[in-house]
């Protein structure tokens, strides 16, 4: 993948965060109405609004306050919740990783992002950040043990494309939205059901036409509520899927050699262990998908619809297809000295 | 009249953009050629090290120690960027050869200061070629562009030139790939 292609790749990322962020406030807005409603605070009286919206106001204050603190510190939580640790040369095999990291920023023309320990022996790795200035990459000590220099040029490469692309800025924020959307939508139906509906009516000439109004729209927000963090998921899943097969194309981009990652997924691929830290709220940013029973090669439909990445067997097909087709030439045009 | 100046000003709208797009192109083969640099140096300060270190054990090997060391000197004090490279070239080549037969002396493996060298070395290697092929892409990018029309209009009279690749040896290529396991035990 040329410059060009990144560049292009950068400018839709940049345009789907700010999309994200924006229908992320609307149905926090959305909700927020829906609980005024609810609570009574505002109102149809006669076909007029009546009252102030302040949960709706509340709703859209705290979503944009959340959008900026987790754009500025979204890399420091999710780092937080992993409970990792910087990546330092304590070992030979840290070393390497430190190393093999510097050359695949060299190789993907972009500043070494900060290096990160999971001590988790699952191997497994993620990457994230608001761009590639402020990104880090994360490895789990599996990966570290597991992996051999070619390996780890393959996962490394995958993760540096998703820096370099700007889908790091996308994830982080989907991850920070999934989180948000659930907490809400669980805030909204404890408060419906357990003392929303009741309060003080209001009535004016047109007091049954008003009621239906403001049901109708308590309904819509129930329904809502009920649906947005399903949609939430499902589209975490499916902008990450995507992702996946795009960053394993462009490790191959920056090593020449697809049987660096080939081998590496070919690895995870025989290793059965969760991670213990994978959380329903990150599992998309990691490299393969760290939950238990999520490696199976399902193809069904609802297995691809529920998972935030292809199924393993896809993906080691597609890159056994690159080593097929230009592997020859790609290897011979190798640039790493894997030792 | 309208029509006219429209078109005029989508001119000259072009013209900037097309020239700063190839002045872009051309601060990022500096700045790639900047990345190569760094790591020639930093293979320079390496190479004395690590013959240092490994010559008590390598009686056998005088030929390929001597190869590395006076390709050094030569790209040290290369009069000219052609002879620069060429030298620079023998290096790589030397020390391709230099870490392939390390495999064949064990008693290197047990040397913390040999593998910290020899780990180091090779990462220099690697950012070395891969710092290669990010300039051999841009230059790609520019020269395709200086070549292709419109563009050409605005580099032949702004002065914008076709850069050279970083061809590598042609020696380079015939050295069998090397797996120098002794680093990263599988575990």
């Not at chain 1, 994360?138 to 494309?161: A, F, N």
């Not at chain 1, 003080?200 to 008003?210: F, T």
């Not at chain 2, 060391?69 to 060429?86: G, W, Y």
């Not at chain 2, 891969?130 to 580099?155: C, E, G, K, M, W």
Request: charged fraction near 20%; aromatic fraction near 8%.
């Amino acid at each position: 993948m040329a410059a060009s292609n990144f560049r292009a790749l950068e400018a839709a990322n940049r345009r789907d965060t700010a999309l994200l962020v924006a229908a992320f406030v609307l149905l926090f807005g959305a909700l927020g109405l829906g609980l005024d409603f609810a609570a009574r605070d505002f109102s149809i009286v006669d076909g007029q609004l009546v009252g102030f919206p302040v949960l709706m106001i509340a709703a859209l204050v705290f979503a944009g306050v959340q959008s900026i603190v987790s754009y500025y510190s979204g890399a420091s939580l999710v780092l937080l919740s992993v409970h990792a640790r910087p990546l330092t040369a304590d070992s030979p095999k840290h070393e390497m990783v430190l190393d093999v990291i510097n050359e695949m920023a060299v190789a993907a023309r972009i500043p070494v992002p900060k290096p990160y320990l999971m001590d988790d022996p699952s191997p497994n790795a993620f990457a994230t950040g608001r761009d590639p200035t402020h990104s880090v990459i994360c490895v789990t000590q599996g990966l570290v043990d597991q992996m051999d220099r070619e390996e780890m040029q393959g996962v490394i490469g995958h993760e540096m494309s998703h820096v370099a692309d700007y889908d790091i800025r996308t994830m982080m924020m989907i991850a920070v939205m999934v989180g948000g959307i659930a907490m809400l939508s669980d805030f909204v139906y404890r408060w419906m059901f357990f003392g929303g509906f009741g309060g003080r009516g209001r009535s004016g000439s047109n007091g049954d036409r008003d009621n239906q109004a403001a049901m109708l729209i308590t309904l819509a927000v129930i329904i809502l509520a009920a649906v947005a963090p399903i949609f939430s998921q499902l589209l975490a899943m499916a902008v990450s899927r995507q992702r996946e097969y795009l960053a394993d194309a462009s490790s191959v981009e920056f090593t020449r050699n697809p049987r660096a990652l080939l081998r590496a997924l070919e690895h995870i691929a025989k290793i059965e262990s969760p991670l213990k830290q994978g959380t329903a709220g990150t599992a998309h940013l990691f490299m393969v998908n760290p939950r238990e029973g999520a490696r199976d090669d399902n193809e069904g439909f609802f297995a691809n619809l529920f998972s935030t990445h292809p199924p393993l067997g896809k993906r080691i097909a597609r890159l056994q297809a690159m080593l097929g087709n230009a592997g020859a030439r790609a290897i011979a045009g190798s640039a790493a000295l894997n030792t | 009249m309208m029509v006219i100046l429209l078109i005029l000003v989508a001119i000259v709208a072009w013209v900037v953009f097309a020239y700063n797009r190839l002045v872009s192109l051309r601060n990022q083969i500096d700045n790639a050629w900047r990345q190569i640099d760094v790591q020639l140096k930093r293979r320079h300060d390496l190479i004395p090290n690590l013959i240092e270190a490994v010559k008590g054990y390598m009686q056998f090997e005088r030929d390929t120690l001597t190869q590395v060391v006076e390709a050094r000197a030569k790209a040290v004090s290369a009069p000219d960027q052609a002879s620069r490279m060429a030298a620079e070239n023998q290096i790589t080549a030397g020390l391709s050869k230099l870490l392939a037969v390390m495999e064949n002396y064990p008693q290197l493996k047990a040397d913390e200061n040999v593998l910290k060298l020899q780990e180091e070395l090779t990462t220099t290697e690697n950012q070395l070629a891969f710092a290669r092929q990010s300039y051999n892409d841009v230059v790609l990018d520019l020269n395709t562009r200086i070549q292709s029309f419109p563009a050409n209009l605005i580099a032949t009279n702004f002065g914008f030139h076709a850069a050279d690749y970083f061809k590598g040896a042609p020696e380079e290529q015939a050295v069998p790939k090397v797996d120098l396991s002794m680093t990263t035990p599988r575990a």
